[in-house]
């Protein structure tokens, strides 16, 4: 029989490593202009990887509490050189890298699963309180989906930049690949509704961030709900957002799905095994290297 190292095939995983360095490399200006753009778009194969894969460990993984445990310490180990993660190397202490999101991420698989076996309860005994556990496990897990999402357009009104790395988005694609991680159709049919969503949210927080330069004048959180003409321009024109090159850039991630498909289903001879600890220490010590490499290169 063969044993579980043999059974685990890291090609996802170093090509979510490859292109995380490739986009990082562009984040922070390392790369020519003509090649910016690229590198970014490259980049966005890394985070459904990575998201991916946590859908995948929170099913596999025999102890849930000791890989959140992972998570949280090596996001306060990344912490310390990401708040300097910016070409300016400027201090953002409220800016929280990835790990934290793709922890969160396994709070919200874990309200996800705890309302399916309520529900689950409920079809068997048909008790009105199974219901009321389901329904409530449910809303937790929706509640936990909407939460860096609000916070950050909430913050940004009161003039308090903060920021979760893919934030509600983020979110949403974990859960997405847990439920339907056993259909390829179906979970390629919910990333491709998932990126619209994206462009939605993007262009929620373009309005609240930049609502004076669009409409002369500041736009609250509900009123950017309110005010369809508004988000339609900034969702049609691309107005505003200089970050990258609009808010229909996320959606290029969307190639990353053949990417997870073939690599989930090949048999071939190339068959990559790193060690566990490569992986966690790959994100704190190369965004530590950039970071370093920025400041003595000024």
């Known amino acids: 029989m063969e044993t579980r190292s043999r059974k685990r095939n890291d090609n996802l995983k170093l090509i979510a490593m490859l292109t995380m360095l490739i986009d990082h490399l562009g984040h922070m200006r390392m790369v020519s202009e003509s090649f910016y753009t690229i590198s970014r778009t490259i980049g966005r194969i890394a985070f459904p990887i990575f998201a991916?894969?946590?859908?995948i460990g929170f099913e596999k993984t025999s102890n849930r509490k000791r890989y959140a445990l992972r998570l949280f310490g090596f996001g306060l180990i990344a912490q310390i050189p990401y708040i300097w993660f910016n070409p300016e190397l400027e201090r953002h202490l409220l800016h929280f890298n990835i790990l934290f999101l793709l922890l969160a991420g396994l709070g919200v698989l874990q309200l996800f699963e705890w309302g399916e076996q309520a529900c689950k309860r409920y079809r068997e005994s048909k008790k009105s309180v199974t219901f009321f556990i389901a329904a409530g496990y449910y809303l937790a897990t929706l509640a936990l989906i909407a939460l860096p999402?609000?916070?950050?357009?909430?913050c940004l009104q009161r003039g308090i930049e903060i920021s979760f790395e893919y934030s509600s988005y983020g979110l949403l694609m974990i859960l997405f690949f847990y439920r339907f991680r056993r259909t390829p159709w179906k979970m390629a049919t919910a990333y491709l509704a998932l990126s619209l969503i994206g462009v939605g949210l993007t262009s929620l927080w373009v309005?609240?961030?930049y609502g004076p330069q669009i409409t002369g004048g500041e736009v609250g959180y509900f009123h950017a709900l309110q005010n369809w003409d508004l988000i339609k321009g900034i969702m049609t024109r691309n107005q505003v957002h200089t970050s990258l090159t609009g808010v229909w850039?996320?959606?290029?991630?969307?190639?990353?799905i053949p990417i997870i498909l073939f690599f989930e289903s090949y048999r071939g001879r190339l068959q990559i095994h790193l060690h566990r600890a490569v992986g966690y220490w790959f994100y704190p010590v190369h965004i530590g290297i950039l970071v370093a490499i920025a400041i003595f290169t000024r």
């Open 52 to 55: 991916y894969q946590i859908a």
């Open 149 to 154: 999402e609000a916070v950050t357009i909430l």
């Open 207 to 209: 309005a609240v961030k």
């Open 249 to 256: 850039f996320q959606a290029r991630s969307l190639v990353a």
